[in-house]
């Protein structure tokens, strides 16, 4: 009865943690605003192919903390600090 309890709890609250996690087009949809709102003089211009980019997002199987940072950035600066910096050269 405790191990069905124990793991009902840790069932619940893994598919809780992945609930929370945004679809890749929210993650675009929110990109696209936190963009067109940095680029205010460009008034209704599409800012690129969203199809493709929700494609392009799956593809690259971004980590669930990157979509929720990229879902949830309110500009660009904050974009910036959902992508991993790149290694120096050595």
Known sequence: MRFALVALL???ACSKKAADVPSCEKVVDNML???KSAMP???DM????K????AE???RNLSDD???CIATAKDLNGLATCTPKPAAPQ
């Open 10 to 12: 840790v069932l619940s």
């Open 33 to 35: 605003t936190v963009t």
């Open 41 to 43: 003089n460009h008034g």
């Open 46 to 49: 599409e800012m690129g192919n």
């Open 51 to 54: 199809k493709q980019m929700v």
């Open 57 to 59: 997002c799956e593809k």
């Open 66 to 68: 990157q979509k929720r």
